[in-house]
């Protein structure tokens, strides 16, 4: 039986819990071009990240800050795991521009860098595509800078407008993608001829969770017409191991 080893529920007021979420902060464009400056304002009239109603908002704002001309939050775990299933219960903003995501990244990216650490996109969402959901593995050998990434695409209707769950199911051998409990993408250490070294496997090693909500970039695209503030909501985050 699969054992709770982590979660937030959300079922408390203000800013996220310290204990659990480090907030990221920076308007570097963060590799992609982005347009955001990820605060840490605490706040309640202008945070970017926030618990209320059961619920944590990560909220996109239109407003000059630090150099750019929108604000939002990024949220890293405290917490890291090896293997696992990870579920994420959200509501995706909309609106061109919008560049929301549920992922993880190894570790190790301190040590080692980006990509040979490894990231694994639970989700991700782009408002000029409102009904398509993005689920990818990125290592040094297959990410999306040589454009060898591997990546599915479904198209499913209404992510802005109520909560689903978003998950990966990780495993030694393989990661399999889950919306609403059903598998939607997967890819096993070294099938079709892939590479199975930490070149192309590197999900063996520890990764920590991010949530966050970017704004343009080479994904995102111009926020022309965005109305603002968009908002990714988040009912719950939960962890299990197999015992």
């Not at 405290?78 to 609106?95: C, D, F, H, N, T």
């Not at 990661?175 to 070294?190: I, Y």
């Amino acid at each position: 039986m699969p054992k709770l080893i982590w979660y937030d529920d959300f079922n408390y007021e203000g800013p996220p819990d310290p204990g659990k979420w480090r907030l990221e902060t920076g308007g570097h464009g963060w590799g992609n071009r982005e347009l955001q400056y990820y605060t840490d304002r605490r706040e309640p009239e202008d945070a970017n990240a926030y618990v209320t109603g059961g619920r944590l908002v990560i909220a996109l704002r239109r407003e000059p800050f630090g150099g750019c001309d929108y604000t939002s939050a990024r949220l890293n775990s405290r917490a890291s795991w090896r293997y696992g299933r990870i579920e994420v219960m959200a509501k995706l903003p909309s609106g061109a521009g919008t560049w929301p995501a549920i992922w993880m990244l190894g570790e190790g990216i301190g040590q080692t860098g980006w990509p040979l650490c490894g990231e694994i996109d639970i989700m991700e969402h782009v408002g000029r595509d409102p009904d398509r959901v993005y689920f990818s593995l990125h290592s040094k050998l297959y990410n999306h800078a040589l454009r060898t990434h591997l990546t599915q695409t479904r198209v499913l209707p209404g992510v802005s407008e109520g909560f689903h769950q978003y998950a990966v199911d990780w495993k030694e051998d393989a990661v399999t993608f889950l919306f609403d409990d059903e598998a939607v993408a997967q890819w096993r250490n070294g099938e079709a001829g892939r590479v199975s070294t930490a070149d192309g496997w590197p999900f063996n090693a520890p990764f920590y969770l991010l949530l966050n909500v970017a704004c343009g970039g080479g994904f995102g695209g111009p926020p022309d017409g965005l109305c603002l503030p968009q908002t990714m909501e988040v009912q719950y985050v939960r962890v299990y191991r197999e015992e």
